[in-house]
């Protein structure tokens, strides 16, 4: 089945620092999501992207929709505290539903 | 959490008993699904529903089942509970499905936290 690589695996950030992340596939997907999850609760959505190319922010996040249709990235810039988490992208695969990645974990360095 | 309430947020079975989670939605939204979140496997789809009484399977169906009988609450059920079904579940729900929808957005809630002793 179709299946999302997301990358780093988690990732230490000072306050301030830029953030990248990023999803691929060996699939095409139609729609990338970015969602993020706080301990306890459940994912909200950050961003969605629908047209290959597509750059779209939401303060101080953007996400990119690849041009090949196969990968998505998600940048964090001047990151702050509440940006610790855990951020997950989603493509709709070819029957309609959401394939997720694995998430990508973010602390804050010691 | 979009409208949605998962139910109940936190439960400690014994293996072999039965076990329902509710997920009520107050968005009037035709899709919802059923997912389980695992360390290291991210989120798998379980079943999903896409009406009222309209439902299929997922990713991860095997051991749960599923009923809608209202647009409002979607059931999940473990018939027999097993140690390996210990998992947050989580309800999400999406206005737009299927192949056509570009807009398939899904919104979750809170999740419960089931754990089979």
């Known amino acids: 089945g179709q299946q999302l690589n997301q990358s780093p695996q988690s990732m230490f950030i000072q306050e301030g620092e830029d953030v990248s992340m990023n999803c691929t596939s060996s699939?095409?997907?139609?729609?990338w999501l970015w969602y993020k999850q706080d301990p306890g609760e459940g994912p909200v959505l950050l961003i969605a992207?629908?047209?290959?190319?597509e750059l779209t922010s939401n303060g101080r996040l953007t996400a990119q929709f690849g041009i090949t249709r196969k990968d998505s990235f998600l940048n964090i810039s001047a990151s702050i505290p509440s940006d610790v988490g855990i951020y997950f992208c989603?493509?709709?695969?070819?029957?309609?539903?959401?394939?997720f990645g694995k998430g990508t974990k973010l602390s804050v360095k010691p | 959490d979009a409208g949605i309430t998962q139910s109940p947020r936190h439960k400690v079975t014994e293996t072999g008993t039965p076990v329902t989670l509710r997920c009520h939605q107050t968005?009037?939204?035709?899709?919802m699904y059923w997912y389980r979140q695992d360390p290291g496997h991210g989120l798998r789809l379980i079943h999903y529903?896409?009406?009222?009484?309209?439902?299929d399977k997922g990713e991860v169906s095997d051991g749960y089942s599923v009923s809608r009988s209202k647009t409002e609450d979607f059931l999940l059920t473990l018939e027999s509970a097993t140690s390996s079904q210990t998992s947050v579940y989580f309800c999400?729900?999406?206005?737009?499905?299927?192949?056509?929808?570009?807009?398939?957005?899904?919104?979750f809630g809170a999740g419960t936290r089931l754990s089979v002793l």
């Open positions: 999400a729900i999406s206005e737009w499905g299927g192949r056509g929808a570009a807009k398939n957005i899904q919104y």
């Open positions: 529903s896409y009406g009222v009484k309209d439902t």
């Open positions: 992207l629908y047209k290959a190319g």
């Open positions: 699939s095409i997907f139609n729609t």
């Open positions: 989603a493509g709709r695969g070819s029957q309609g539903n959401l394939i």
């Open positions: 968005e009037n939204h035709r899709y």
